[in-house]
């Protein structure tokens, strides 16, 4: 008996061991970091928004996606080629299944996350406070303003933008949200931007434009008020970004997609070789490169035909109906690398002409030389220039016009259909479309409504 | 607790200590009963001095003493299930009894967790498949000859591929992300046996277990309520499937040689439209969308080039496989020790050209009684099963011959080049190569200690390693190299190892004679590691590295080297999964007379998975069976031989997710941005602290019988499971912001409540003539009782099936289609008021089928004369549902899609007038009025019946004579011709009605078998096989 208790004392012993053995179960998966490991400096916190630039210049944002969403929509482009998400969107009758549009849309919201958790640890932050909460301010604010103009009706679908949004997105969390009005996105989006404004660095350490200044902001502010049409705020930032003259016009409108060639980018993404290759612009050669193949996208006739009416027009270069036999194609992006500009000077110009001609008084002056520095540059002189006392309607026209060339691939035409749509009720889509018609927005990923039952999604198709 | 429970234990004890003294009377007979059939102590036999009253029953090892006085000469022993015995006592104090079962099946050892039991004590429901019916077909990988084998089982074959995975589901389904699978435990280690360590690479989930050798396998145990899986706690929900490999048996080493040779096609296959057909077809399509001229053809093909071509893909991708497998077991035994050796190779090709899976696999189990006790057992197994892998489903090959190889595509151009406008899967089955091998050890030492009488203390340590290589060889064709020496080798390796102890205390103990006791406790640890590297090890190699291993290990030593000395030093390897569980146990067996017995199990589990909210779960379950062929009344009934009925009730978990899901996944960026270092948070890695397992209730109640002379036997059970907490991944909105996140979800439940029959009857029963017919049907209901989320928030690998409040778990969601409007061969659908609409919408959805069958089982019959035999083996399935979610773009073959255009769908509307049951063709779906597009284009127009009925087996076998074999010096000689899936009665039109189809991840398997996307049918087999003993 007594060998027998010796033997259930071990026993006992052992077994007892192994339970308060704590550590036995704890296995964090290696190589990952949780939330409190990952931000315990300044520099975690630097880090991690510097990882957002990435996010923005991610395929499924603005290294293509956004653009060939917007291109899809808009009337540049043959659909009889597109097939499965593409051929929905391209027909302005996006269902609510699509890994396109939903991969396009997650990555937003990601964005927005992570710009929220850099404002969750901003206590970590003593130095780079200031830029750190500026920068997550932007991103918040470029991201809600995509997805406002993607997946809701424009500014001005009604009088008072109560029509329905999106959801904003200013704290982290799992729970679903439902969708803010168009206004109050629109508001959440300027307060962010103008908070970002005073907040951003003036110049950065290096000189380049590859991180966000407060022009960055002001850009954007530019291109939030004018797609309110919101000219005389559109004016004024669009003004300080270019009287700033931190940013020069390009000698030749080709340099905007190019290695380091171009002095126009407000914010841009640089292509890095260095010392891991990096390099923006993936799914734009994707989709529109020409030179190796039939690119999935390729111009209708009619806009072609449009595009290169003008013997002179340099940017004739950016078309071509040779390279691939039968097919009009872009020529844009016909490189192995380029910087990928969010935002740049030109655009910015064109801004400033139109909302200049808008609000009239001396900014139409102003206007016309930005039209003029435009077309002198496209044209290789002054032959298509406006006269010093052209009316603000025959500028309004000419920058329509100078707009829907220089940004041709660049997903600026669908929101300027409906831009003009909502300043007076214009339709000028192409393929006849009413600008505010349902299909004209992009459905809303059904995960969304899954989570989150009483979720409103958009009405689908009803276009043509 | 567990220091209370020993002292409990060691006072009972002490109890029985003092009662063994308590009976000194006249004469003391002494002796033991054991099973004639294997020599082992039988416990609760009854003992009875002939013409009193005075009787015993035997102890746990089936001594007994029994005091009677001197006038008795002859001793009556009898125990339930076995011939009662009388035995003269005259002048004798000690005796051996052997009794001889009557029904063996009663008597048979079932392996429980942590033990064994006589069938007749079992308060579980465990059914059992023994070696000689595993062994019966050659099967992919072992789990596929369960199939029709055990009541309330759903075994759906795995595909075509060589190695590939069944889907295994044990009284049906009630997790949508964690994994349904059960929990395999060969030999008491818990078994990795996810399918996704290989992901869904070349459209083939690398199935685990193929790394079984099925030779191996003495039985299999299926464990399925609560009773019996309960002491397997947060990862019994499933069920649990003990694997028991074979052991040395009693008596002369013995040989035994197993050889069988034979052939492999397929099941059932699609056929397709041939060139002529096809043009035509696409023609029509081209006028039907008001196209003018002739159709675009893909591949650069006009219509006069491509019809000189008609080119069979199917047949030049297939074979007729050749099937041989070999293996020679020794079986020896005396009382210091006993061995079982086994050596298999067997290498068996599939119907797919350059498919083949070969096994090599050695055992070698012993037991050696160290002193009387003290016994050490050896466990080992090795396995090495290569996999000469093809693509297949979405990644081409025999997915490609059934898809986008179309019949006027070659596969060489008229200048003798390949191919290369289009799908061309010959080209890739001879220019890409790609093998998986797998090697498997399981070893396992274990020490049963017995310091006194009946009382057990049993450690055991098991490691089971294993490493595994995907290699890729692309030639310098397939590369687009010139050079004929520079294909690209690959090679993906990773490697496991799972460690397992269990340390555990038994004591057997009767209390005033009718009172047994058997208390278990117990405590177990495991840690499982897979590690792979952090880099993909590749270069230009003229041959591929299976071929060459130096080439491989010293480019794998290169890279090492390279990211050791770069600056700053790299990482080269990490654990790619890695968990541990740590667990304590306790059962408690109490049974009076034989009547009844009760079992209490409890466990409590802590793992590394579960979120440091909720680190540790406790399981407890009870259960009872009362024998009421034992009470008087019953033993009056002449007709019934054995009558049981029993009940449980349990709470298990699934913990069947992958490891470290509760952490954060935030990582620093590979690169740099503008020069300055990131740092990211994963998509789909936000973590969850609160992460636990998915609770389940679960009822079980029962009744088993033995009638007519025990000729009919059977079984008829209920069950009633109810899942909590469950398990989901998906489900959140994505404008979190952080994807996907494994979470409980609040406020779910999903109930799987069903009837299981099973039923044998030995119609003759003579020496020469035997025939005995048996079956068993099981009908499973599968509610979701409780659930918040949209219907669409789960779905299979790809937008498949859905979970819906009410309905069961995985219904096929979609739009009903009609019929033809006869006028315009445009389809009708319903919309969701049932009212007739020509505009499709996916609003128009409803619930139109589930995926789970109604009733699903299995029936054979053997038959024996003289030395033949003939046994059948049917499977079938009733009701359910089939999407052919690949026969939808099949269908749309001639539009733009380009795709094969299967001769089912022949019975199109052409012209005003005709009523047909499919539409007219399109060349841009989206012609149809409301389609967005073609992968939406989803109706019930490609739902099917998913019911079918299918001869699985069948032998025809012949057996020497004992005086034959006598006068050649051997045991046993047998010869036998086997086929396997020789049969199938089925109304789906896709071709083959079992479909386990390429899978995304464990909620693809859970909620997307019977979705088939281009899976390649099931083998039919046909073997002759010898077995040799000497």
Redesign the interface.
């Known amino acids: 008996m007594k060998r027998f208790y010796s033997n259930l004392l071990i026993l006992t012993i052992v077994a007892l061991s192994t339970v308060s053995c704590k550590k036995f179960l704890d296995r964090p998966p290696e190589g990952q970091l949780g939330e409190t490991e990952a931000f315990k400096t300044e520099a975690d916190v630097k880090a991690f928004a510097n990882g957002i630039y990435t996010l923005f210049a991610n395929n499924e944002f603005y290294s293509g996606r956004h653009q060939v969403l917007n291109e899809l929509l808009g009337d540049h482009y043959k659909g009889d080629r597109f097939t499965g998400d593409y051929s929905e969107i391209f027909k302005r009758q996006n269902s609510f299944f699509g890994g396109t549009r939903d991969a396009y849309y997650q990555l937003a919201y990601r964005i927005i996350t992570d710009a929220n958790l850099v404002i969750k640890h901003l206590d970590l932050a003593t130095i780079s406070k200031n830029q750190l909460e500026g920068e997550a301010k932007l991103f918040r604010a470029m991201a809600h303003f995509e997805l406002v103009r993607m997946f809701a009706q424009p500014w001005g679908y009604s009088a008072d933008n109560s029509h329905l949004g999106v959801p904003i997105r200013t704290t982290v969390g799992l729970e679903p949200i439902q969708r803010s009005t168009v206004k109050e996105v629109y508001d959440q989006i300027i307060t962010d931007l103008l908070s970002a404004e005073t907040l951003l660095q003036d110049v950065t350490p290096t000189g380049k434009f590859y991180t966000a200044t407060k022009w960055a902001a002001k850009a954007y502010l530019a291109r939030v008020y004018f797609q309110q049409n919101d000219f005389a705020k559109a004016f004024q930032s669009a003004n300080e970004v270019i009287t700033s003259n931190k940013f020069n016009m390009d000698a030749s409108f080709a340099s905007r997609f190019s290695l380091g060639l171009s002095t126009e980018g407000i914010l841009t993404i640089a292509n890095q070789t260095s010392p891991i290759q990096y390099s923006p612009g993936g799914d734009l050669r994707g989709n529109f490169r020409s030179d190796l193949g039939i690119p999935g996208f390729t111009f209708t006739d009619q806009f072609y035909n449009v595009a290169t009416a003008r013997a002179a027009d340099l940017r004739k270069a950016w078309y071509s109906n040779t390279l691939q036999s039968g097919y009009n194609v872009l020529t844009k992006y016909n490189k192995n690398f380029f910087d990928l500009p969010l935002i740049h000077l030109t655009e910015i110009k064109l801004i400033r002409a139109e909302a200049g001609a808008e609000t009239g008084g001396a900014n139409l002056a102003v206007a016309i030389a930005d039209i003029n520095q435009v077309m002198t540059r496209a044209y290789g002189g002054t032959s298509y220039n406006l006269p010093a006392i052209a009316t603000a309607a025959a500028v309004i026209a000419a920058t329509r016009n100078e707009r829907e060339l220089e940004l041709v691939g660049e997903g600026n035409r669908t929101q300027e259909i409906k831009r003009i749509g909502a300043r007076n009720g214009t339709n000028v889509d192409r393929r006849n479309s009413v600008w505010n018609c349902n299909g004209f927005i992009l459905q809303f990923p059904k995960a969304e409504k899954d989570a989150n039952t009483s979720f409103i999604m958009n009405i689908e198709g009803g276009c043509f | 607790m567990?220091?209370k429970n020993?002292f409990k234990l060691?006072s009972l004890m002490l109890l029985v200590f003092v009662a063994q003294f308590s009976f000194a009377q006249n004469r003391v007979i002494t002796g033991k009963v054991t099973d004639s059939k294997d020599g082992s102590g039988m416990s609760g036999a009854t003992i009875v001095a002939k013409g009193t009253r005075t009787g015993v029953q035997s102890k746990a090892d089936g001594t007994f003493s029994i005091s009677i006085s001197s006038t008795v000469s002859t001793l009556v022993i009898s125990t339930v299930g076995y011939a009662t015995m009388e035995v003269s006592v005259t002048g004798m104090s000690t005796v051996e009894v052997s009794l001889v079962g009557t029904n063996t099946s009663l008597n048979e050892v079932v392996v429980i967790g942590y033990g064994t039991q006589r069938r007749r004590e079992v308060t579980g429901a465990i059914s059992k498949v023994s070696s000689d019916k595993l062994n019966s077909i050659p099967v992919p990988s072992f789990e596929a000859a369960l199939q029709g084998k055990a009541p309330g089982v759903q075994i759906i074959q795995g595909n075509g591929l060589a190695g590939s995975g069944a889907v295994v589901r044990i009284r049906g389904i009630g997790s949508i992300s964690a994994s349904g699978d059960p929990l395999y435990v060969v030999d008491g280690i818990p078994i990795v046996s996810d399918q996704f360590l290989r992901g869904n690479g070349g459209a083939m989930n690398q199935n685990p277990l193929s790394s079984l050798n099925p030779a191996d396998i003495e039985s299999v145990e299926i464990l399925k309520d609560a009773g019996a899986t309960g002491i397997y706690g947060s990862r019994g929900a499933n069920g649990v499937i003990i694997i028991t490999t074979k052991r040395g048996k009693s008596g002369k080493p013995q040989f035994n040689f197993n050889t069988r040779v034979g052939i492999a096609t397929y099941a059932k296959r699609q056929k397709f439209a041939n060139t002529t057909e096809w043009l035509q077809l696409r023609q029509e399509a081209w006028a039907n969308d008001g196209r003018v001229g002739l159709a675009n053809l893909p591949g650069g093909y006009t219509f006069a080039t491509a019809s000189q071509n008609n080119t069979d893909w199917w047949d030049l991708l297939t074979q007729t496989g050749i099937i041989n497998e070999n293996n020679l077991s020794m079986t020896q035994g005396n009382a210091k020790l006993k061995t079982f050796a086994n050596l298999t190779y067997s290498n068996n090709e599939g119907y797919i050209k350059s498919n083949s899976y070969q096994r090599i696999s050695g055992r070698l189990n012993m037991d050696y009684n160290v002193t009387k006790n003290l016994k050490i057992s050896l466990t080992s197994g090795i396995n090495k099963g290569s996999n000469r892998r093809v693509p297949a489903a979405w990644d081409g090959g025999i997915g490609d011959a059934m898809s986008s190889a179309l019949p006027f595509f070659t596969v060489y151009n008229p200048n003798g080049t390949y191919f290369q406008n289009g799908a061309n899967p010959v080209r890739r089955i001879q220019e890409t190569k790609r093998r998986e091998i797998d090697n498997r050890f399981i070893g396992g030492l274990s020490f049963e200690y017995q310091?006194?009488k009946n009382?057990f203390?049993r450690a055991n340590g098991s490691l089971e390693y294993v490493t595994a290589f995907d290699d890729i060889y692309e030639s310098n064709q397939w590369i687009n190299q010139s050079n004929p020496d520079s294909g690209y080798a690959k090679r993906f390796p990773y490697w496991g190892t799972n460690k397992n102890a269990n340390?555990t205390?038994n004591y057997l103990t009767t209390v005033k004679e009718n009172h047994k006791f058997n208390f278990l406790l117990g405590?177990e640890?495991q840690?499982y590691i897979r590690k792979g590297y952090l880099f993909e090890i590749g270069n230009f190699e003229p041959v591929p590295y299976w071929e060459n291993a130096s080439r491989y290990r010293t480019r794998r030593d290169k890279l090492i080297k390279d990211r050791q000395t770069g600056t700053p030093p790299q990482l080269t390897e990490?654990?790619l999964?890695?968990?541990?569980f740590?667990s304590?146990f306790g059962r408690v067996n109490y049974s009076y007379k034989d009547r009844y017995a009760l079992q209490l199990t409890a466990r409590v589990d802590?793992?590394?998975k579960f979120g440091p909210n909720n680190?540790h779960g406790f399981f407890p379950a009870i259960s009872g069976a009362w024998t009421m062929s034992e009470e008087d009344f019953i033993k009056d009934i002449k007709f019934i031989n054995f009558l049981k009925l029993r009940a449980s009730y349990g709470i298990v978990g699934n913990a069947n997710i992958p490891?470290?899901k509760y952490?954060?996944?935030?990582?620093?960026?590979?690169?740099?941005?503008?020069?300055?270092?990131?740092?990211?948070?994963?998509?789909d890695?936000?973590?969850n602290p609160d992460l636990k397992w998915e609770t389940m209730h679960n009822i079980d109640a029962a009744v088993e019988f033995a009638l007519f002379s025990s000729k009919l036997t059977g079984e008829v059970a209920y069950y009633n499971k109810q899942t909590t907490d469950i398990l989901m991944e998906?489900?959140?909105?994505?404008?979190?912001?952080?994807?996907k996140?494994y979470r409980n979800l609040p406020n779910s439940k999903i109930l799987n409540e069903g009837i299981e029959l099973s039923l044998n009857y030995k119609i003759i029963n003579k020496a020469a003539l035997k025939w005995s017919v048996g079956g068993n049907i099981s009908k499973n209901y599968n509610e979701v009782l409780d659930w918040?989320?949209?219907?669409?928030?789960v779905s299979g690998g790809t937008?498949d099936t859905r979970v819906v409040k009410g309905l069961p778990l995985g219904v096929n969601y979609l739009v009903r289609y009609y019929g033809v409007d006869p006028a315009d061969g445009l389809p009708i659908w319903l919309d969701v008021n049932g009212k007739q609409t020509k505009t499709f919408s996916?609003d128009h959805r409803v619930f139109a089928g589930s995926i789970m069958p109604d009733y699903m089982g299995g029936f054979n019959s053997s038959f024996e004369y003289k030395n033949f035999e003939l046994s059948t083996l049917f499977n079938f399935v009733i009701g359910g549902k089939i999407y052919d979610n690949s026969g939808k773009y099949q269908f749309m073959g001639v539009s733009?899609?380009n795709w094969n255009f299967r001769e089912t769908f022949f019975d199109r509307w052409t012209k005003p007038g005709d009523v047909t049951r499919y539409p007219r063709l399109a060349y841009?779906i989206?012609t149809f009025p409301g389609v967005?597009?073609?992968?939406?284009f989803n109706s019930t127009l490609f739902l099917h019946d998913a019911s079918f009925l299918r001869l699985r087996e069948l032998t025809v076998g012949y057996r020497l004579s004992a005086q034959t074999l006598k006068k050649l010096k051997i045991k046993t000689l047998r010869f036998y011709l086997t086929g396997s899936n020789l049969l199938t009665f089925t109304k789906y039109p896709g071709g083959d009605p079992e479909i386990t189809r390429d899978f995304e991840n464990p909620q693809d398997r859970n909620l997307s078998p019977n979705v088939t996307y281009l899976t390649a049918p099931t083998q039919r087999t046909v073997i002759f096989g010898i077995n040799l003993g000497f």
Do not use: C, H, R, W
């Open positions: 567990l220091m020993l060691t310091p006194i009382l203390i340390l205390v405590t640890a840690e990490k654990a999964e890695e968990y541990t740590n304590f802590g793992s590394s680190k490891a470290g952490y954060g996944n935030y990582q620093p960026g590979g690169i740099t941005y503008s020069g300055n270092p990131t740092l990211y948070l994963n998509y890695g936000y973590g998906p489900g959140t909105a994505p404008s979190n912001g952080v994807g996140v918040e989320l949209g219907p669409d928030a937008n996916l733009k899609k841009d989206t967005p597009g073609e992968d939406q």
